[in-house]
């Protein structure tokens, strides 16, 4: 027995498939990618660091919105509209047209009972 061979009775065999690989390469390029993002020769490690604090957002946020809020158009102001008909009280007593009764109507409302 010492010279013969074992065979084993199951074999397993690892197979990569191809969409192992294809997730493996992406894994890396994404790492790859997001350090280049991170680290890029013009910027260096201290950039990463040195990211603008969610405050200064804010304000900036707070700006657009008061510009927003400063441009929507608003109603006129009715005191000068008050004070002018106080001033000149002859443009609130202008005539006004007389109410204009259709002859059918007339002729039930004013006959006599």
């Known amino acids: ?54 405050r200064s957002l804010l304000n900036k946020f707070g700006i657009l919105n008061a510009t927003k809020k400063a441009s929507v158009a608003k109603p006129a102001p009715k005191i000068f509209a008050i004070t002018i008909s106080l001033m000149n009280p002859k443009i609130r007593l202008k005539n006004v047209p007389l109410l204009i009764i259709p002859v059918a109507l007339r002729s039930l409302l004013f006959s006599d009972i």
């Open 1 to 54: 027995m010492a010279g013969m061979k074992i065979i084993p009775r199951r074999v397993i065999v690892k197979r990569r498939t191809r969409s192992v690989e294809n997730t493996a390469l992406a894994n890396f390029q994404a790492s790859s990618f997001d350090f280049v993002v991170k680290y890029s020769v013009k910027s260096g490690i201290n950039a990463a660091e040195s990211a603008p604090s969610p």
